[in-house]
């Protein structure tokens, strides 16, 4: 059994930085986030409430942070969130991940140490 994410006990991307997205993800453009959440950036783009100015806490984002969290709209979440990656959880990293843990004086998450497959077998 897989360990869990270790988002579920951070939400510091959720309350660091703004959450930006397309317009037309919005549930009145056709999309799947709800309007009720968002507010306007600009012609183009909206943002999650909440995250618009600093400090800043999505409005979806619900426990405390650092200790236990979820979002309210996993499932209707805009494309920012869901590209964005948990540190530890690709072979790349995101140093972003870790800037927004430090922010809340949360401590790095260490890289992660992948295996390297032999194509040969």
Same mark, same amino acid.
């Given at each position: 059994? %897989?360990? $869990?994410? $270790?988002?579920? *006990?951070?939400? %510091?991307?959720? *309350?660091?930085? =703004?959450?930006?997205?397309?317009?037309?993800? %919005?549930? *009145? %453009?056709?999309?799947?986030? $709800?309007?009720?959440?968002?507010?306007?950036? +600009?012609?183009?783009?909206?943002?999650?409430?909440?995250?618009?100015? &600093? !400090?800043? =806490?999505?409005?979806?984002?619900?426990?405390?942070?650092?200790?236990?969290? =979820?979002?309210?709209i996993y499932q209707n979440r805009p494309s920012t969130c869901r590209e964005?990656?948990?540190? *530890?959880?690709? $072979?790349?990293? +995101? !140093?972003?991940? +870790? &800037?927004a843990r430090a922010a809340h004086g949360l401590p790095a998450l260490p890289?992660q140490a992948w295996e390297t497959l032999d194509p040969v077998g």
């Open positions: 059994m %897989a360990s $869990p994410s $270790p988002c579920l *006990s951070c939400g %510091a991307c959720c *309350s660091f930085f =703004r959450v930006s997205f397309y317009w037309g993800e %919005a549930d *009145s %453009a056709g999309g799947q986030v $709800p309007d009720i959440l968002t507010s306007k950036v +600009n012609h183009v783009y909206s943002c999650m409430k909440g995250t618009e100015q &600093r !400090p800043g =806490r999505c409005v979806a984002l619900l426990g405390e942070v650092g200790s236990q969290v =979820r979002c309210s964005f990656s948990c540190h *530890s959880e690709t $072979p790349v990293g +995101n !140093p972003d991940c +870790n &800037r890289d």
